[in-house]
């Protein structure tokens, strides 16, 4: 993989810990290739990857992202119970990413983010309410793998 396409494969990483949830999963925008639409529902935003400055010894394609996980429900509680589990899933966790080396996913807890669900007025529920939604950042690193 090259190194301008990281990004990308964090959210992926991320996403193939998040599988065992019973929750459908969209990386970049909520598309029906997943089938008709499931709540809750998990949105993965993936981010480009920031890259050191300055390094003692040159680039080794060292990259950082701080993906957005969006939880959506048909109430606060499934919101988030649904962000809660996929915060739980990915605790301390290594992602697994062909040609890279990760360190442990950690929540990035002092970004703002909503105090509460909020409200989406501009989407409905299958049974005609705005659903609720609620996200949280976590931040992976990763390097070019020594084997990769």
Known sequence: MADTDVGWAHAEGL???????????????????NGPLEYPHLILWPPPATRPAVTLNGYGGEVTTVTQITAVGQDPRE?????????ALLHRRRPTIPGRA???????????????PQR?????????????FT?????????????G
């Open 79 to 87: 919101a988030i119970t649904a962000l809660d589990r996929a915060s």
């Open 135 to 147: 996200f949280a950042l976590f931040t992976l690193h990763s390097s070019r793998s020594p084997d």
């Open 102 to 116: 990760c360190s442990v996913i950690t929540h990035n807890a002092e970004a703002a983010g909503p105090p509460q």
């Open 15 to 33: 996403a193939a810990l998040l599988e065992p949830l019973p929750y459908q999963l969209h990386i970049g925008q909520v598309t029906e290739k």
């Open 120 to 132: 989406d007025e501009q989407a409905r529920t299958p049974d005609g309410h705005a659903p609720f």
